[in-house]
């Protein structure tokens, strides 16, 4: 199978609330694969429905539409309404039945606004949960037992509604010293350790009953697991021998954010654009730097053919699972956001429901982006 468009190999960022003409036409030469939205295109819930059914109307080939919904401060739909739980809430209330009601919530209210896939869940651990490296509040467990628990139901619940799942962020951020969003952070961890805790997760959510239906590569290093020193999101011997091969993930996988400093402080644009691809890699997410997508497209075009042939299969195999929008109403939103509030009571109480969160002002570029 041959790639009709090297853009199909791309999930980029999406300017503001609005197409302008410019960027149609940006997205009629490119043909991305997909696009990612965060804050900066939330204004409204008439407004996003109508923003992702533009990008739609753009495509030729169904896109990929996904948006960072996990609960708590990477909630971006708390712009329009209620604030759901965050993932150490919820398994500190212990409850798995609030968790799936929180999956399936989730997922409906994507596909209201028209989106596909769901950045989510988070399958790191959090060995701590101060720990500066943009996990606070977003691990489902201490352990792996509990992440693969309570992750897992959030999954199931999320893939019932028809918008697809995402693992992030292998093979594990929680040890990093650092946030990868400002710097890469190389950790030399045992292999046992490794399988023990942070791949004993990953593992349990590549193949079975209920996977994930794609797979976030980290910005982080692990000379365990390769020797060069490179990201994982750039290394062969992760993504590839150890994700695809060794553990047998048959879904997409993507990078996590090409514009972050772990990968902008160490490479120039063609090279994480060829190594990614390399790496094995089927989609490369650009979130900022959108305008350099036509010259991502140049340099895919001049890649190893078997390289642009296995991510396009990949990504086509990904996209005949893609579920169409359900119809958009206000009052079906404000339905959903009403449950979003009942959640979010039921998990943290009534007084402290109503109150701001303590991370509201620890802002990171996790939650800004």
Known sequence: MKCPSPGQLLLLGVPGYEIDEAYADFVRRIQPGGF???????????????LTDRLRELSEIE?????????????????????????????????????ARHGELTGDLLRLFGFNLDLCPV????????????????????????????????NEALRKTGVLSCGKHFPGYSCADSDPHHELSALPRPRTELEAHELKVFRRFCTGENPVDSMMIGHIAFSELDLSGIPASLAPAITTKLLKEEMGFRGLVMT???????ILNHYGFDEMIRLGLAAGNDLLMICHRTELAEQAAKVLETCPADQLERAYASIAAFKAKLASP???SEEAFRKLDQGVWDLRVATLGAEQAAQRSPEDGKRSPVETY
């Not at 996590?256 to 772990?262: H, S």
């Open 63 to 99: 896109p990929i539409i996904t948006i960072d919904q996990e609960g708590g401060r990477v909630s971006r739909l708390k712009l329009l309404g209620n604030e759901p739980p965050n993932a150490r809430q919820l398994r500190d209330k212990g409850d798995l039945t609030l968790i």
């Open 256 to 262: 996590d954010d090409l514009d972050m400093g772990a």
């Open 36 to 50: 990612i939205l965060f804050g900066r295109n939330i204004q409204s819930p008439s407004q996003l429905r109508a």
């Open 326 to 328: 359900t119809p958009f």
């Open 123 to 154: 399958l790191d651990i959090a060995f701590d949960d101060e720990a500066d490296n943009s996990l606070r509040g977003r691990c489902y467990g201490t352990n792996a037992d509990q992440v693969i628990e309570m992750a897992g139901v959030f």
